[in-house]
């Protein structure tokens, strides 16, 4: 991921999670977990406070869930899903 798109994914992320109540959120996208399933790679996660933060490369999509895994928002990043995959 080039340092503009990282840019503007960490100011979505942060201005979401300033949204869903966390006052301050001190996030690094570059201290995420990367998620694997069956031996391929999904994503990056992240957890800030309450919220559990999911980076999906293949939509450019960003989902935000609460402690039970219920889904708090979805958010599309428009022309990024080769930006994201390259990043993989």
Not at 63 to 79: A, C, K, M, T, W
Request: aromatic fraction near 6%; charge should be positive.
């Amino acid at each position: 991921m080039d340092y503009i798109t990282q840019a503007n994914v960490h100011q979505i992320v942060v201005g979401t999670l300033k949204e869903l109540g966390i006052p301050d959120p001190r996030i690094s996208i570059t201290d995420t977990t990367i998620l694997v399933q069956d031996g391929c790679y999904v994503g990056r996660s992240l957890v800030c406070c309450h919220v559990r933060v999911i980076m999906r490369p293949g939509g450019g999509r960003i989902e935000f869930f609460d402690q039970q895994g219920s889904i708090l928002r979805v958010i599309h990043l428009p022309g990024s899903a080769g930006a994201w995959n390259r990043a993989a």
